[in-house]
């Protein structure tokens, strides 16, 4: 992402900075909703093992977000190339181990 890609151009300083922060609020937000979540769960399911509760809980999560950003990105999306694949598949294994690990520790730990 350099200054002068007429791609980026568009986007203000204060947008970004608006993006940034609810992206913060949101990830704020998303632990101790998880916690609980996974609090219910457990009591609606007791013979559910944490790590099924959480693959759910994170399945859930990737398949809205998978959602918003295709229709977000849909144009982006039209065209990608064998190493944004690559780079993608490799982010997405990466992030969504630590995203699975993070969730079931919650159900062992507070969230504060």
């Given at each position: 992402m350099t200054a002068d890609n007429p791609r980026y151009a568009a986007v203000s300083p204060r947008t970004a900075t608006l993006a940034l922060f609810a992206t913060c609020v949101c990830w704020a937000v998303s632990l101790p909703v998880v916690r609980a979540l996974m609090l219910d769960q457990?009591?609606?399911?007791?013979?559910a093992?944490?790590?099924?509760i959480s693959a759910w809980g994170l399945g859930l999560r990737f398949a809205i977000a998978a959602l918003f950003l295709g229709w977000w990105c849909r144009a982006e999306l039209a065209r990608p190339t064998r190493d944004e694949w690559a780079q993608g598949v490799g982010l997405g294994l990466f992030t969504g181990l630590g995203m699975l690990l993070q969730m079931d520790a919650l159900g062992y730990a507070s969230a504060s």
């Open positions: 457990a009591a609606a399911v007791p013979e093992s944490t790590w099924c």
